[in-house]
């Protein structure tokens, strides 16, 4: 019986500390940004749903809107333009998820040396807030550009759709 939970605890140790090591996933660099938020904004993935306003609103995001390219019988010329809106947006995303990073490595520094006074910290706080404003500015465009995109057949179409996921 002790052998057996020896065993148990051991396995559960082995596919613990493999999990720990696993190098697919990026562990984040700054004390501030949990490895999920790193990860997210290396990658440039929302995990605020900023495009919430807009697609309550009708103005779906374009990336959504590819997955149902066939259901909603998508030109070339809008799949075109789809793809290239996306392909913009990830972009932004991710080079701004850099620069969020960036900053909150300088403001970590700042903290940890102690040299900090009023000014220093609200630029980088307002920085901060910039980069935000800027991945939000995209998301938002990104889903103006796809709904312009649509014909109201096919923007209802996509929305049944995406409540039957």
Do not use: W
Not at 6 to 34: E, G, L, M, W
Not at 40 to 69: F, R, S, T, W
Not at 122 to 149: D, H, P, S, V
Request: glycine share 4%; aromatic share 10%.
């Amino acid at each position: 019986m002790l052998k057996k939970a020896v065993i148990i605890v051991f396995t559960f140790y082995c596919r613990y500390t493999y999990a720990q090591t696993d190098s697919s996933v990026n562990h984040s660099t700054v004390k501030s940004i949990t490895s999920a938020r790193y990860e997210a904004l290396i990658n440039g993935v929302d995990l605020d749903n900023m495009a919430a306003v807009a697609e309550l609103n009708h103005y779906p995001m374009p990336d959504k809107v590819l997955q149902y390219k066939k259901q909603l019988d998508l030109s070339p010329i809008q799949l075109s333009k789809l793809t290239a809106i996306n392909t913009e947006l990830h972009r932004k995303r991710v080079e701004m998820g850099g620069n969020i990073i960036t900053n909150e490595k300088k403001l970590d520094d700042l903290f940890r040396t102690h040299q900090l006074d009023d000014g220093t910290i609200i630029f980088y706080t307002n920085r901060y807030g910039l980069y935000q404003g800027e991945i939000r500015n995209a998301i938002l465009q990104a889903c103006y550009k796809t709904e312009g995109l649509l014909s109201e057949g096919q923007i209802k179409l996509f929305e049944k759709l995406e409540n039957h996921k």
